[in-house]
């Protein structure tokens, strides 16, 4: 607040500063403008004319309340600043920062030393402050700052009293090598959507001013946007890093030559750096490379680094059994320090605290990416939306198709008509996006399979089964209903949960499946790639397994929780139907109860129309291989009466509905269970046209 109270500053984290009017509530002067990152505090000045701003991206700045003008900007402190405070004559300004100095501004900066200050606080006389680390007070800092000002002494300020340390020396000028990112994907900033809970994670853990080393993961599904978060972070803090240096770890042979990369920048940087200038030559040997970058990040003095270990998908670690892997840990500084970031698709890294990138949960994120990237206006386009909530929240593929229709004439709409109709044709005649030389679609979710049929063939064939059930819900005994009949393989990974869940974890590993309590998903793209790319030709094995899987685990209305296990069966039914739709299915290799099940499910979620077709297709197929009379056969007569009463076909169910009956009179008597039901059936049928006698008798 002004020292009137009519004023209120706000500061923000977009990187600029507002007044409103407390009494209104209105906005007052132009939007402060001019930090290039976070704004942590402001301050007042005591006649309310001035405005101090600290800001994340190292510098203070001075503002004119009134015009908003800038007055000046003061740089000095080598990291985030977090706090600002006007002595009570308004002539003199502290800050603090994490760089563990407080500093006093007149005409030039004074910095004294002390651990990491988050707040600084003037006492009424201006002969005292205070900053929050261990309650320091700095009266001969005050006093020297105040003889300099007013020409007594020109004097530097000394330490305070309670603490003789001298002010920590700024790093040696080897070590400041700045921001590198050599050939890591060039990605436009304008086109980072969101992630505002993963950055604050990031900057948090990758703290410089730590003590201890830290190690931090992004992972998530192939085309999350871990890379694209990395960098953005490494852009975006680079200031409070002494290094920061992108790595490409996707194979040990490529880190190797990046190793080599950075032993010479080293080199070049500074020649007088404890890497003597004859021991890095252009013919230096990989491991000799290896061993110095590794040095000289070990360095007592050299602890503000980091590095970004881009694309460590294919781990070699204690419960990772990979052939072609490696222990990215080979390459860790030999002291335990400094800050490492790796992006992976492995969420079975346990050395690092992990932050788990998942899709936009926004609809308005998604549409903001396609927006973007098309260059034109997705906001408030119904097709943008409907292709926005196709694609569920994954950047890669709505980059993809903005990127896609940026190039063409084609609308979002034709774009979702395409994706839906044609995928494969779609996916190979679509570029990848620029900023990635050897990436689309679905070339990394490749890799990932590939890993794991390597460690585990049989989960490699379950997940491509998982493209003819349903994506949102599957479950161990969804599968193991299914393993009566099913090939050996199958068998084999379904004889138990144990063995189950080891194939689920080796897919989770990679992130291809998603865990969550009581089942397990796909993302709808994963899905999607799987039928339309993965798998070619339709195979009919795994078709008629998923089919059975499903049928096999349907209650029958008899039952007392038939609605609540039917209803998670439901999107699993809808996905045989849509390959029903795409494809000419050989129903003479399908069970006939499979059949019958599915067509039971259908007329309980409301689809008549492919229920009566699936239980006439059970109905032929009964009557066949059993006979009209075989209570097999009865059954699928009466559930088809059902079925036609629903429809309001009423000839029809009563014809079917006296078929059963005479049946299961024969077979069973007139006392049976299933005699009494279709009897009942049928004074229902009676009773809904109106025919009173023949529904009471």
């Excluded at 920590?168 to 000028?173: C, F, G, T």
């Excluded at 050395?351 to 994120?365: G, I």
């Excluded at 005479?662 to 299933?674: A, I, P």
Aim: with cysteine; net charge negative.
């Amino acid at each position: 607040f002004s020292p009137a109270g009519k004023t209120l500053a706000s500061a923000s984290e977009d990187g600029t500063v507002r007044l409103w009017d407390t009494g209104s509530g209105a906005a007052l002067a132009a939007l402060f403008e001019g930090h290039s990152d976070s704004v942590s505090a402001v301050a007042f000045s005591p006649d309310g004319k001035t405005l101090a701003s600290a800001s994340e991206d190292g510098t203070v700045r001075l503002w004119d309340t009134g015009s908003g003008a800038v007055l000046a900007a003061l740089e000095g402190h080598s990291d985030s600043v977090s706090a600002v405070a006007f002595s009570p004559d308004g002539k003199t300004l502290a800050s603090a920062s994490e760089d563990g100095t407080v500093r006093l501004w007149d005409a030039e900066p004074v910095a004294a030393s002390a651990p990491l200050a988050q707040a600084i606080a003037f006492s009424p006389d201006y002969k005292r402050a205070w900053g929050d680390t261990e309650s320091r007070v700095w009266d001969d800092i005050i006093n020297k700052f105040s003889d300099a000002r007013e020409g007594r002494s020109a004097e530097p300020p000394l330490m305070p009293k309670n603490d003789q340390r001298t002010e920590r020396p700024p790093l040696p000028p080897s070590y400041q090598l700045g921001l590198n990112l050599g050939d890591a994907p060039q990605i436009d900033e304008q086109l980072f959507i969101g992630r505002e809970d993963e950055l604050a994670c990031l900057h948090k853990w990758l703290s410089p001013s730590s003590e201890q080393q830290n190690v931090v993961t992004i992972s998530g599904l192939g085309g999350i946007g871990k890379t694209q978060l990395g960098l953005h972070f490494a852009r975006q803090y680079h200031h409070r890093y002494s290094a920061i240096v992108w790595l490409n770890t996707s194979s040990e042979v490529t880190l190797k030559a990046a190793y080599v990369s950075l032993a010479q920048r080293i080199r070049r940087h500074n020649k007088q750096s404890e890497i003597r200038q004859g021991e890095v030559t252009e013919q230096l040997k990989e491991e000799q490379a290896i061993q110095l970058v590794r040095q000289w990040l070990s360095q007592a003095e050299n602890k503000t680094w980091l590095l970004m270990f881009d694309n460590y998908d294919d781990p070699r670690l204690p419960g990772i059994g990979s052939s072609t892997g490696y222990d990215i840990r080979s390459f860790f500084p030999y002291s335990t320090q400094g800050s490492i970031l790796i992006t992976t698709r492995s969420s079975r890294i346990t050395f690092a605290k992990v932050v788990r990138l998942s899709k936009f949960d926004h609809l308005n994120q998604s549409l903001a990416v396609l927006t973007r990237r098309s260059g034109r206006q997705a906001q408030e386009d119904v097709d943008a939306k409907k292709l926005a909530k196709r694609f569920d929240g994954l950047p890669l593929a709505l980059a993809t198709a903005g990127d896609y229709i940026s190039q063409t004439a084609d609308s979002f709409g034709d774009y979702l008509h395409m994706y839906e109709q044609s995928w494969d044709e779609l996916a190979e005649n679509s570029d990848g996006l620029m900023e990635y030389d050897d990436r689309t679609l679905y070339s990394t979710w490749n890799l990932s399979l590939k890993q794991v049929a390597a460690q585990d063939a049989q989960a490699a064939e379950l997940f491509r089964l998982m493209g003819y059930l349903g994506n949102a819900d599957l479950w161990y005994e969804l599968f193991r209903k299914g393993a009566g009949s099913a090939p050996d393989w199958f068998w084999d990974i379904t004889k138990s949960k144990a063995r189950f869940n080891k194939a689920m974890a080796t897919l989770h590993s990679y992130s291809l499946i998603e865990a969550m309590p009581g089942h397990y998903s796909l993302h709808t793209c994963v899905h999607d790639w799987i039928l339309g790319y993965l798998i070619s030709k339709f195979d009919m094995a795994l078709f008629g397994l998923a089919t059975h899987c499903v049928a096999r685990s349907v209650v029958w209305d008899s039952t007392a929780e038939y609605w609540v296990v039917n209803s998670r069966l439901n999107h699993h039914a809808l996905r045989i139907e849509h390959c029903q739709e795409r494809e000419v299915i050989d129903w003479n290799v399908i069970d006939i109860e499979d059949m019958h099940r599915i067509g039971f499910l259908d007329s309980m979620m409301g689809r008549l129309k492919e229920a009566e077709e699936m239980l006439l297709r059970a109905l032929k197929g009964y009557e066949k291989a059993w006979g009209a009379e075989h209570t097999s056969t009865l059954n699928t007569v009466n559930n088809l009466g059902n079925l036609y009463s629903n429809q309001g076909k009423m000839a029809e169910a009563e014809e079917m509905y006296l078929r059963a009956l005479k049946g299961y009179e024969k077979v069973w008597g007139t006392e049976h269970t299933s005699t009494l039901n279709t009897v009942n059936n049928l004074g229902n049928l009676y009773s809904n046209q109106g025919k009173m006698a023949e529904a009471e008798e």
